[in-house]
């Protein structure tokens, strides 16, 4: 569901330039990897480039796009799936209570936590995730594939490609983030506990 998903939405852009346009196809992507993490994502990814090429095709097929599909769902299911359940989670946890705390100047009890650290952590993820994937897929694997693609110095698409970035990172957290607030209270609700 969500290969066919991120398939159809890769196909869905707004274009700016020859270039540089706007693609919402790693959504789902990022959704698998919070599901089912890097390996299911990086499938998802490459898979969707395929089959998103399959179903219409803007020019020839260029595998770099495939492994930039795999490269979003490696980074997305590390972030997303792999941190959140691993140690490093609550050493993460503690660091930033310890910084709001700092913030806050010891204002905020430690019962204020409560229920608040997997959101707050979520959030972060999220961020550094998005963050992640937009420096590593979008300014520099994709800018190197379409330099390649249309013979273009990679100096001169970086600058638009950097402020798309900027565009593009709030609104990317903030869908992920709702489309994974709304999945939880829905896994919640059927009683979903794993893979």
Do not use: Q
């Not at 089912?36 to 803007?58: E, H």
């Not at 980074?75 to 490093?88: A, N, T």
């Not at 009890?109 to 959030?123: F, I, Q, R």
């Amino acid at each position: 569901m969500l290969l066919a998903l991120a398939a159809i939405l890769s196909l869905l852009k707004i274009p700016i330039s020859e270039s540089l346009e706007i693609r919402f196809g790693s959504i789902p992507i990022a959704l698998a990897g919070a599901l089912y993490g890097p390996v299911y994502a990086a499938c998802v990814g490459a898979l969707s480039d395929i089959v998103g090429f399959w179903i219409k095709p803007t020019g020839p097929y260029f595998p770099g796009f495939t492994i930039s599909g795999a490269v979003s769902g490696v980074i997305y299911g590390i972030f997303l799936y792999v941190i959140p359940r691993s140690k490093l989670n609550k050493r993460l946890n503690d660091i930033v209570k310890k910084i709001d705390r700092f913030l806050l100047k010891g204002e905020v009890e430690n019962e204020a936590y409560k229920g608040k650290d997997s959101a707050s952590m979520t959030l972060i993820y999220i961020i550094t995730a998005v963050i992640i994937h937009s420096i590593v897929v979008s300014m520099c694997l994709d800018t190197i594939w379409l330099s390649i693609l249309y013979k273009k110095a990679i100096a001169v698409m970086i600058v638009g490609r950097v402020i798309k970035a900027l565009v593009m990172i709030p609104i990317y957290t903030g869908m992920i983030s709702l489309l994974l607030e709304r999945l939880a209270s829905k896994i919640k609700a059927i009683g979903y506990t794993g893979k």
